[in-house]
């Protein structure tokens, strides 16, 4: 479903940026969204909803459907497609329902 193009895969060698998905160290390319580093990773889910836990992922990588959703160095409900990645940061899968931040 999510091909690199042969130039992001030299770009991808030269100077990855490190995240960790759910503990599992990713190398990413520097500039993408975590969704498209999740992509290129193998991953397609990366919330659960909050009826029957049906596993969701980006659908339409521009910030309008939010079904990617994740938690982003602890703080849930941000948008995997609209994010950059950034070395170190640590991504995990949310589950459920979106929990307010007071």
């Known amino acids: 479903m999510f091909k690199r193009l042969d130039s992001a895969d030299r770009q991808l060698r030269d100077a990855p940026v490190r995240i960790r998905f759910n503990g599992a160290e990713l190398a990413c390319r520097a500039g993408d969204s975590v969704a498209a ?7 397609d889910a ?3 909803t909050v009826v029957n836990e049906v596993p969701r992922g ?6 309008i459907c939010y079904d990617c959703l994740v938690t982003i160095d ?3 409900n941000r ?3 609209m994010t950059q990645v950034r ?6 899968r949310q589950a459920g329902a979106r929990k ?3």
Do not use: I
């Not at 580093?37 to 991953?43: I, Q, R, S």
């Not at 980006?58 to 910030?63: E, K, Q, T, V």
């Not at 070395?87 to 995990?92: K, L, T």
């Open 79 to 81: 948008q995997a497609c």
């Open 37 to 43: 580093a999740l992509f290129a990773h193998g991953v």
């Open 46 to 48: 990366c919330r659960d």
């Open 87 to 92: 070395e170190g940061m640590a991504v995990e």
């Open 58 to 63: 980006p659908f339409c990588m521009m910030g």
């Open 74 to 76: 602890g703080q849930p």
């Open 100 to 102: 307010v931040q007071a």
